[in-house]
């Protein structure tokens, strides 16, 4: 399964990689602390390196912390092709509305690894980014998606040869002041292949109803485990 995200134009206005500062590392530590779970509009674009080709869906993601080091989400794909994923206790659920059919996928032996993509940006302190990452700021930018904001781009390289298996380098857009929940976040595989998140109508810590990560089925749903 990819997820994938819009690429958004970028005005740089000042370039030039440099260590990550303590204050920066504190902001991060911070808003980790009060993470709970948050709520956006996510577009997703999956780049594919070998036939250099991009492809963008937009859905609507929640996703709060269960546990410390563990997360649950699910996001409602809008267009073009409608479905809603879950993920929860690593196991990632797809359902498909249009044949009625949900695929149930085993992630255990990826757990750990899931665990900490999915929390990069949201509920991963500054400690725990440094000491998983190579940190580096790449510059202070413009999106467009966020006028008359500054936001810091950060690249992170694993440290972990397991986690290189999956991620050669993470980058994310934070903004410069406040929190420092991400506008969009990217992740590039040993592949070549990329999947970039932007997010808009972002909001933290909503109160969410006891169902709200929950799939609505309806009776008579086929289930289907891929790969068994």
Known sequence: MRLGALTVSVFTFALGAAPVNHDLLQRLDNAASHFLSMSSTVTYLTHTDVIDENTTETGDLVMKKVAPGEVQGLINFTAPNQRSVTFEKRSVQIYYP??????????????EQLDKFLMIGFGTSGSELARDYSMTVLGTETLKDAPGSQVIHLELIPKSGEARKYVKKLELWIPEQGDPYPFREKITEPSG????????????????????????????????????
Do not use: F, W
């Not at 009625?100 to 996928?105: A, C, D, G, P, S």
């Not at 998140?197 to 485990?225: F, W």
């Open 193 to 228: 292949n990329s999947r970039t998140m932007t997010y808009s109508n972002l909001s933290i810590n909503p109160s969410l109803p006891p169902d709200a990560l929950k799939l609505r089925l309806p009776r008579g749903v086929k289930t289907e485990h891929p790969g068994k």
């Open 98 to 111: 249009k044949i009625e059919t949900l695929q149930v996928y085993d992630l255990q032996e990826h757990g």
